[in-house]
């Protein structure tokens, strides 16, 4: 039974496919989720306007479409991109699209994040580096004012401002909107606040000299909670102390190309605590830019267990929080942003490890046990484990391993207090064990105690005696055999050779045979030819056959 129940592991990913109930394939890990009570933040790009989609989606997507197609296919994993349309960078898209000005469109991306136990978003943003905007300068200050001002009205959900560098703007710039961001919106209740600074990350920092980085430190760090974006290149103690905390925009890391990666990880955290600084681990559930850049990277998303994995592995490096890579880049493939082509698969999954439900408890045993004689298909019934939503049946006989299937909670016809399926699998004689075990979201719980039946072996079928046709039968070319029914069959093989060799070879059930009293009966669509023909039945059940019956001859004219 051991070794069976060992063998569990290979078929979970089966399983997570197979599973119900949501709109994707939904993650079943195969890896326990280790725990961490740290902040989960979720990069926010607030460039989602009409114009970005279109900008992304190009001149030959069917926008008028409803719901709208997806504008690329991939393998299972995310990977293998092949646009649908030229022009197109995008893999993934929602029903319709939407636009980050429309009213409550950021509110319900950040109601969506709360829900998921998600703490605030890291709002991806600058401004146009004068020294005169405002609000209304640039469409993205307008955005970021909007996701303050909901984050407020949803309550609970407090955010940092990602400082976006992708165009390496000069220092000066960097500095005039930061002392604008912190003019503009110290007040806001939705800007979380370390040390009773409002909190900014310097996103591409890695990319500027240590006199860029030092001087807009100098600049702001007075005011300003400053969290630095290094590699493990470019994390010098020098770097280090030109920040309040660090973290690492790395959304490519790979579990599986990479496993080193985690050592890497937890040498930067190490260096940072040893610092006196706080560390944010990245976090990210697969990625691939390839229809956006032409790279060849990509992270293959495996149904979670990537995000899983990074979970797990960056966990070594004690973070004191998380930085979730990405709600809403689509274009590189990191959103977990619930739209058409992953669902909410992998906010599920994040959601499960930022807020862990215990295992389920253990399944109790009932039926069968002992003896249960010549029932060959029995009924395998436990019961019910409050938290459970599915259930693994193990089922080992005298050869070996004979039954594993998962069950959801609904296949298993759970009701009342009991659980109970009946596998279509047809059991030998012998002796078999069986046991159970239950499954939720948060893992699995401990195997039922086994239990042990047997079934007695079946005695063969008896021979069939045959009563028709025989002798010369006329005219009739497609004539009904009758034998008598013979003890403990339950199939019957009809074979009946003709002029020119075999003419029907055929199986019946007892039910195909219209056996009723003491007789069964079968009458083949097959027209015989005239001449000398002879047939015999072989009657079989689950212990073998039994022995032919003697062969029956008839003539047609």
């Not at 607030?46 to 989606?57: I, P």
């Not at 959900?157 to 912190?182: C, G, R």
């Not at 470019?234 to 660090?246: E, G, K, Q, V």
């Not at 274009?331 to 992998?346: D, R």
């Amino acid at each position: 039974m051991n070794k069976t129940i060992y063998r569990i592991m290979g078929i979970i990913v089966s399983f997570a496919l197979a599973m119900g109930g949501f709109t994707k394939a939904q993650a079943i890990p195969s890896q326990p989720a280790q725990t961490s009570t740290r902040p989960v933040y979720a990069y926010y790009y607030l460039w989602w306007s009409a114009k970005h989609w279109q900008d992304k989606l190009g001149v030959n997507y069917p926008y008028g479409a409803s719901p709208l197609p997806l504008p690329a296919t991939t393998d299972f994993d995310g990977c293998n991109a092949v646009s649908g349309y030229a022009g197109n960078q995008l893999l993934d898209v929602p029903p319709a699209l939407v636009s980050q000005d429309d009213p409550g469109a950021i509110e319900e991306d950040i109601r969506l994040a709360k829900n998921a136990g998600i703490t605030g978003f890291w709002l991806n943003w600058n401004g146009d580096g004068t020294t005169s905007q405002t609000r209304t300068t640039v469409t993205y200050t307008r955005r970021l004012s909007e996701a303050f001002a909901a984050s407020s009205r949803v309550g609970g959900f407090t955010n940092w401002v990602s400082y976006k560098v992708a165009s390496m703007q000069p220092v000066s710039h960097i500095i005039n909107d930061l002392n604008f961001l912190y003019n503009e919106f110290q007040n806001e209740a939705g800007w979380e606040r370390i040390d009773g600074k409002p909190v900014v990350t310097f996103t591409g920092s890695r990319k500027y000299s240590d006199a860029d980085v030092q001087a807009v430190s100098n600049a702001v760090r007075d005011r300003m909670f400053l969290v630095g974006d290094e590699t493990r290149a470019t994390l010098t103690p020098a770097r280090i102390a030109m920040f309040d905390a660090i973290t690492y925009y790395w959304s490519s890391q790979d579990p599986w190309g990479n496993p080193q990666s985690f050592d890497q990880i937890k040498e930067m955290g190490d260096k940072v605590h040893a610092a006196g600084k706080r560390w944010y681990a990245p976090l990210n559930p697969g990625y691939n830019s390839a229809l956006l850049d032409g790279s060849g990277t990509c992270v293959q998303r495996r149904n979670g267990e990537t995000l899983r994995a990074l979970w797990n592995g960056n966990l070594a490096s004690n973070p004191d929080g998380w930085g979730m890579i990405s709600w809403n880049e689509i274009a590189e493939n990191t959103h977990i942003k619930p739209m058409q082509k992953w669902g909410s698969v992998y906010l599920n999954v994040l959601s499960q490890l930022i807020n862990p439900i215990p295992p389920p408890g253990r399944a109790t045993l009932t039926s069968p046990e002992g003896s249960i004689g010549t029932n060959y298909t029995p009924t395998y019934t436990w019961n019910k484990v409050s938290t459970a939503t599915a259930y693994y049946l193990v089922v080992d006989g005298p050869s070996g391993n004979v039954i594993t299937k998962w069950y959801t909670s609904v296949d298993a016809i759970c009701s009342g207090s009991t659980c109970s399926v009946t596998p279509k699998i047809t059991l030998a004689g012998g002796n078999y064990a069986w046991t159970v075990r239950a499954w939720n979201g948060g893992g699995y719980g401990p195997w039922g105690s086994s239990k042990s039946f047997s079934v007695t072996t079946a005695a063969l079928p008896g021979v069939a005696t045959l009563t028709s046709p025989s002798g010369d039968i006329g005219a009739s070319s497609t004539p009904t055999y009758t034998w008598e029914k013979a003890t403990g069959a339950t199939a019957y093989y009809l074979v009946v050779d003709g002029p020119s060799g075999n003419v029907i070879t055929k199986w019946y059930t007892s039910v195909d045979a219209i056996c009723s009293g003491s007789t069964c009966s079968v009458t083949p669509k097959i027209t015989l030819a005239g001449g000398n023909h002879a047939w015999a039945v072989r009657a079989w059940n689950s212990a073998g056959f039994g022995r032919w019956s003697k062969s029956q001859a008839f003539t047609i004219q």
